[in-house]
């Protein structure tokens, strides 16, 4: 089980940190990754950390402003979000795979928590 946190409203330029707790055994076996979707759009893919945290890849419009971390003693994976923009209003989804790859896509993804909303103001 997965249980997202940290939402919330911000001005443009802000910063937000996001938090997802992970219930259960073997955390630090599963790739975490966090998406994203818009009103009216598609969920889209934000980040992803694999198991041991050396290998982390974004969305190119989040690069250089978005931080993804995770601690396994802890079982929790964070999204570290700054100068927001308001097109990175969302709701925030945590997810956990197994598989190794496909990173990118919501189907490689075998646990979900239930999201968390961003709103950036302008």
């Known amino acids: 089980q997965l249980q997202a946190s940290g939402g919330g409203l911000v001005q443009a330029g802000g910063s937000l940190r996001l938090s997802c707790a992970f219930s259960?055994?073997?955390?630090?076996?599963?790739?975490m990754g966090w998406f994203r979707q818009a009103p009216g759009k598609e969920r889209e893919f934000v980040a992803a950390?694999?198991?041991?945290?050396?290998?982390?890849i974004y969305l190119d419009s989040v690069k250089g402003r978005f931080t993804i971390s995770r601690d396994n003693a802890k079982s929790t994976v964070n999204l570290q979000m700054n100068s927001l923009k308001p097109e990175d209003t969302a709701v925030y989804y945590c997810?956990?795979?197994?598989?190794?790859?496909?990173?990118?896509?919501?189907?490689?993804?075998?646990?979900w928590g239930q999201g968390t909303l961003v709103t950036v103001s302008s």
């Open positions: 997810a956990a795979q197994s598989a190794g790859y496909g990173l990118g896509h919501t189907r490689s993804y075998d646990y």
């Open positions: 950390i694999s198991w041991s945290g050396d290998y982390t």
């Open positions: 259960g055994q073997a955390f630090s076996s599963y790739t």
